[in-house]
């Protein structure tokens, strides 16, 4: 009993190893009331204030009645949604609305299983974790830019329109798209999967010893090796396979507007386009 | 009792059997007190007695949990005084509207509050979400909190988005159609998705016929997103905030964890 009791807090402090216990002689902690109620209180205020104001200053939009007959062009989702709608462009809906806000909301969800690193908790630190806070910062802003395209700079017929374009002027699309063969595009597809997965890990184990310590070929070589070793192959494939669904956007992104291809993969039979 | 005087009413009131069995401690400010006030008060109780100093700034807690969840307060308020006035039924939505925008007293401040506060929370989710990453409050043992805290900006997308039909003019039906489309797109159990054709998947019996009540949005995809907007998603979001405010208890905040000293 005794030692299952040991066993047991042990293994807990051993989880939390930088817990820190409030005691009342501690110089580091302060009262939360009245301290920390001052910042509830004036969160609170402040956030009554600039929205009372807002709401007083900015009429909320309220368009004529619903016509199902009569759809507006462009219809516009809400503006979290509006990135989304953007990568419409680029994906068919399958892709755009299903399988790119499951990966992100999987994707977040697992943020916390693949990032083993210990460093940072309670303070910005960029220092230890530049990996983490590269990938974060880059989908973030990423996420930002396609709602501020989508947003002010899509007019009729989801045409770019720069915000000091009018809209009664009519654009249209004449750029001719096409489609890879099936063979052109599964090659492509298995591909940039598998040098996504592989190539980090091989290239250490295949040039790491033929070039001389101490070169900046080296130094990379260590860093991909010790990436990899960190993890270990369960997480470094599932991390690395989110993160190419990740590059894989602006990927197609790329391919579709100076390459105009429309699919890279194309099953008509089974409506699955990518 | 005998010199009752002007000057000792406050004395008498906060002395008084009844103030005493409301208030349990004294209202002195010494630090006991100070202490019960936080662990005595239902309200107060889901706070810790003392935070680090460090962990108290602004510039480390940026406030957006606190803002996020004042929002969905000042929400679920104007939201319950709203539906004092709104019906939904096609015929009537769209002019109750107006009656909020032009006859109700306070009806558009009301409504735009509500409304901006909806844009509001849903910006400062992903505020909040961005500080959580950046003082990697996610690692252990916070794991399983930052995974509530994706579903709560899951279903705070839901209620956004399921409150934009309600007003019921030509941007609340479109950005509708627009978002229900992406659902007959879905793998499976949409009917223009990859594989649907294979199980029988038509216009009308898949995900987005079960989602609008109709091939198109129509007076039952009102009512069920009013339905879903004022009863089923905050439920389900109140639930998730109290297990999110219980972990942040349980596992520690991450502010007060001791750094490098």
Redesign the interface.
């Known amino acids: 009993m005794a030692t299952t009791e040991q066993s047991g807090k042990s293994g807990q402090a051993a989880?939390?190893p930088?817990?820190?216990v409030?005691t009342a002689s501690?110089e580091?902690?302060?009262?939360?009331?009245?301290?920390?109620m001052y910042?509830?209180v004036i969160?609170?205020l402040l956030?009554?204030i600039v929205?009372?104001l807002?709401?007083?200053v900015?009429?909320?939009?309220?368009?004529?009645?619903?016509?199902?007959n009569?759809?507006?062009n462009p219809?516009?989702?809400?503006?979290?949604?509006v990135g989304?709608?953007e990568l419409l462009v680029y994906f068919?809906?399958?892709i755009?609305?299903?399988?790119l806000p499951g990966l992100i909301?999987g994707g977040?969800?697992a943020?916390?299983?693949i990032?083993k690193?210990?460093?940072?908790?309670?303070?910005?630190?960029y220092k230890d974790?530049k990996f983490a806070?590269w990938v974060?910062s880059l989908g973030?802003v990423f996420w930002f830019l396609l709602i501020i395209i989508g947003y002010f700079f899509r007019g009729p017929s989801w045409q770019w329109y720069w915000p000091w374009e009018s809209w009664e002027i009519h654009k249209e699309s004449h750029v001719v798209t096409h489609n890879w063969s099936l063979l052109g595009g599964s090659l492509f597809l298995i591909g940039y999967t598998a040098i996504g997965l592989v190539l980090p890990v091989a290239i250490p184990y295949l040039i790491g010893s033929r070039v001389k310590p101490g070169s900046w070929i080296k130094k990379c070589c260590e860093v991909l090796q010790e990436f990899y070793e960190k993890r270990g192959a369960t997480i470094y494939a599932i991390e690395m396979l989110l993160l190419l669904a990740m590059l894989g956007i602006p990927v197609k992104m790329v391919l579709r507007l100076f390459f105009n291809v429309k699919y890279i993969l194309e099953i008509p039979a089974?409506?699955?386009n990518i | 009792m005998a010199n009752l005087s002007l000057k000792n009413v406050p004395q008498v009131i906060v002395e008084s059997q009844v103030w005493k069995s409301i208030f349990r401690h004294g209202y002195t400010m010494n630090r006991r007190n100070r202490l019960l006030a936080i662990t005595n008060n239902v309200f107060y109780h889901i706070l810790p007695t003392k935070i680090s100093r460090y962990g108290m700034r602004m510039r480390f807690h940026w406030g957006a949990g606190i803002i996020t969840f004042y929002l969905f307060l000042i929400l679920t308020f104007t939201g319950v005084l709203l539906m004092f006035y709104y019906v939904p039924t096609v015929p009537r939505a769209y002019y109750d509207m107006k009656d909020l925008q032009h006859v109700v007293p306070f009806g558009n401040i009301l409504r735009n509050m509500h409304r901006y506060g909806a844009h509001a929370m849903v910006f400062m989710v992903m505020v909040h979400m961005a500080r959580t990453f950046y003082t990697s409050s996610y690692k252990p043992p916070r794991e399983f909190n930052w995974v509530v805290g994706v579903i709560l900006l899951n279903f705070t997308f839901l209620l956004s988005f399921s409150g934009y039909l309600l007003p019921w003019d030509q941007l609340a039906i479109w950005a509708v159609t627009v978002g229900a489309n992406m659902a007959r797109a879905t793998p499976l159990i949409g009917h223009e998705g990859p594989f649907a054709n294979l199980i029988g998947m038509k216009v009308n019996n898949d995900v987005r016929f079960a989602l609008l009540g109709g091939t198109t949005v129509g007076s039952a995809t009102l009512l069920r997103f009013y339905v879903l907007h004022c009863i089923a998603f905050p439920i389900i979001l109140t639930i998730f905030i109290v297990v999110h405010f219980w972990r942040v208890r349980r596992d520690g905040y991450s502010g007060d964890v001791p750094v490098r000293e």
């Open positions: 989880r939390r930088a817990r820190a409030p501690s580091r902690f302060e009262l939360t009331w009245p301290y920390f910042t509830i969160c609170f956030t009554t929205l009372w807002w709401s007083m900015v009429p909320a939009p309220l368009e004529p009645i619903a016509d199902p009569k759809t507006p219809s516009k989702a809400p503006w979290y949604f989304l709608q068919d809906p399958w755009a609305g299903v399988v909301l977040l969800m943020i916390p299983y990032d690193n210990t460093h940072g908790i309670g303070e910005y630190n974790r806070v974060f973030t089974i409506n699955l």
